[in-house]
C-alpha cells in the first residue's frame, strides 16, 4: 500500500520573484494506493489545475502530493496563475521526493495570468527547447500553446501544451476550430516525422458528429493522427475529466510516429478525488474542477 502522510510547514517562504507563499497549517493529505508512472514508461500527464492556487497553501500541498503520487515523468499543466506558489511547488517536490530532480517552467503570456507551464523529472528529461507559438493569434489562442522539445532515453519527442477557448456558444466553437486546424498545419511543416503529443485542456468533446466536431480535421487524418484518450470519451461518465458538467475536455493526441507505442500504452482519467476522504467535494473545492488525464508509452 502507498501511503502519503503531509503535514504542511508553519512559517513564511519568500522566493526570489519577490512574491511571499504562506505556509498556514492544512489538513493532512493522505492518499492510499494511488499511482501512475512506472520506471519502464514514459508517462504525461495533463492536468488543469483551476485557478492555481485556488485555496493558496492547500491547494499547493495538496498539488505537490498528487504529483509525487502520480509520479508521471511530464506535466503538462493550465490555469497556473502564481508563480510564487508554482515556484514552491517545485521547491517542495525537491525537498520531499528523494528519489527525483524536479524542475518546472510556466509562461507568462496568458491574460489574466491562467498560464500553461510543465513540470517534469530533470534526471530524465533533457530539455532541448520550450517556447510558445501563435502568440499573436489571441482568436484561435487565448492562451498560446506552449511547445516542450525533449530527449527521454533515446526518444526525441515534442510536448504541445494547450488550453483552448472555452464556452459553447458557436463563437467560441469557430475558435477551438480554428486553433485545431493551426496546430495542426504547424506539426505538418515543423514536425511532420516527429513524435508529437497534442495534450491539454481542449475545452471540447471528441466524439461529436463532423458538422459540429471542431477537432474533425484531426480525426478524419486516421493516417498521421490519434486521439489517445477515444477510449475514455466514449465510455463511461463516471471516468471523465470534467465531472460537473459532465464532460471529458482533457485530450492526448498522438501523431503517427507513436502509433506502434500506443498499441502497449495506457491511457486513463486519474480519479485523484476517489482517493481522498471528503471525495469530490473535496478535491474541487481544494485543487481543481478538472481531473489529471495521462497516458503510459512503453518504448523498445
Not at 499511482?35 to 504525461?44: H, K, P
Not at 493550465?78 to 525537498?95: G, K, R
Not at 510556466?106 to 498560464?115: E, L, P, T
Not at 492526448?252 to 482519467?269: A, G, P
Amino acid at each position: 500500500m502507498k501511503k502519503i502522510l503531509f503535514f504542511c510547514f508553519v512559517g513564511l517562504l519568500c522566493f526570489s520573484c519577490g512574491n511571499n507563499v504562506s505556509t498556514n497549517p492544512s489538513p493532512e493529505i493522505i492518499l492510499d494506493d494511488l499511482f501512475f508512472g512506472t520506471d519502464s514508461t514514459f508517462d504525461v500527464v495533463t492536468w488543469n489545475i483551476q485557478n492555481f492556487p485556488k485555496m493558496n497553501i492547500t491547494t499547493a500541498n495538496y498539488v505537490v502530493q498528487v504529483i509525487m503520487t502520480i509520479d508521471a515523468d511530464v506535466f503538462t499543466l493550465q490555469e497556473i496563475e502564481s508563480s510564487s506558489y508554482f515556484d514552491y511547488v517545485i521547491s517542495q517536490l525537491n525537498e520531499q521526493d528523494s528519489l527525483y530532480i524536479w524542475d518546472g517552467y510556466r509562461a507568462n503570456g496568458a491574460s489574466y495570468d491562467v498560464n500553461l507551464a510543465y513540470i517534469y523529472k530533470s534526471d530524465f528529461i533533457q530539455i532541448n527547447s520550450i517556447y510558445e507559438i501563435y502568440e499573436d493569434d489571441w482568436f484561435a489562442f487565448p492562451r498560446s500553446p506552449l511547445v516542450f522539445e525533449l530527449t527521454y532515453e533515446d526518444e526525441e519527442l515534442v510536448i504541445i501544451n494547450n488550453h483552448l477557448k472555452a464556452g459553447g456558444g458557436t463563437g467560441d466553437e469557430e475558435r477551438r476550430q480554428e486553433a485545431s486546424l493551426k496546430l495542426q498545419a504547424f506539426v505538418d511543416s515543423t514536425f511532420s516525422e516527429a513524435e508529437v503529443i497534442i495534450i491539454g485542456d481542449l475545452n471540447d468533446d471528441i466524439t461529436e458528429p463532423q458538422a459540429t466536431n471542431v477537432f474533425w480535421n484531426f480525426i478524419e487524418d486516421t493516417e498521421n493522427y490519434l486521439f489517445a484518450d477515444l477510449p475514455i470519451a466514449e465510455g463511461l461518465f463516471a471516468n471523465w475529466s470534467y465531472p460537473s458538467w459532465p464532460s471529458h475536455l482533457d485530450h492526448i493526441l498522438i501523431t503517427n510516429e507513436l502509433f506502434d507505442e500506443y498499441e502497449n500504452s495506457t491511457v486513463q482519467t486519474i480519479l485523484v478525488d476517489h482517493y481522498l476522504e471528503g471525495g469530490w467535494h473535496e478535491y474541487e473545492e481544494s485543487i481543481s474542477d478538472h481531473r489529471p488525464v495521462g497516458m503510459k508509452f512503453a518504448f523498445e
